[in-house]
């Protein structure tokens, strides 16, 4: 996995409806205490707490209406394959919870079934997660190395236990379900809750997927949150009367775009012979079989 190499710290998008209301005495939008006090009496916090449970709640309604999409089991075995491919090589991703390595790409170690990498936050908030629930693991020890370095490259602390740590951990079923949680809580469930937002079928729930575990969910430039309203800029989403293969279009774009910003001459078939081939095939609710090809490397699943 290659990220923006921006440190995310939540994995959904920050929603600034009324938050003029949530602002202390004196306290501006951008964290300065100059210009005109702007206070919050506890009636406007409360109204604004309702207005954004109620627009939660019309969300979520709206996500329950949708068919299942990405989320039916089946589906959902078929996108982390297809990620798989581009993450790991591989169709058997369930052969990946013990991959370890340095990419040499500013992250540090990426490791896991969705690559999370020391140095994005993503595998500290896994690794303090699976040590409240299993506090003698063999990855409990590295916590302090893991905070220290959350944010760089740096293997400091880590070196040379940490790799093999890992794959040791990853033998242990506890485990495994931890990094299949975590995966659906930072990635899998807010992109095809977001992809379902917008109106996008099977195809564009993996397409956000994809994109928020390569990039991040963050709203940087590179992030996934970032691109997707640069790519709402070019084209409406279904959700807003758009169609869906021209929204796509325009988001595969901005994709690529930002890979090549961040490493100019990145391999972007992820996108170029897989994504985007799904996408001209008219592959929308992404039926087998299914034939792509990544990092010079062709796949098929009958």
Known sequence: MKRSGVLWLAAVPVVATAAVYLLGPGESGDGSTGGPAVSASPNAREAAKERAESERA??????????????????????????????????RWRETYGAIEDLGDGVGYTAGIVGFCTGTHDLLALVEAYTEDHPDNGLAAYLPALREVDGTDSHEGLDPGFPAAWRAEAEKPEFRAAQEAERDRVYFDPAVRMAKLDGLGTLGQFVYYDAMVFHGPDASPEGFYGMRERAMRKAKTPGEGGGEKAFLEAFLDVRRAAMLAKEPGADTSRVDTAQRRFLREGNLELNTPLTWAVYGETYRIP
């Open 58 to 91: 019309k969300d979520d309604a709206l996500v329950a209406s949708r068919p299942p999409g990405l989320a039916d089991p089946a589906k959902k075995e078929l996108a982390q394959q297809i990620l798989a491919s581009a993450e790991n090589s591989t169709l």
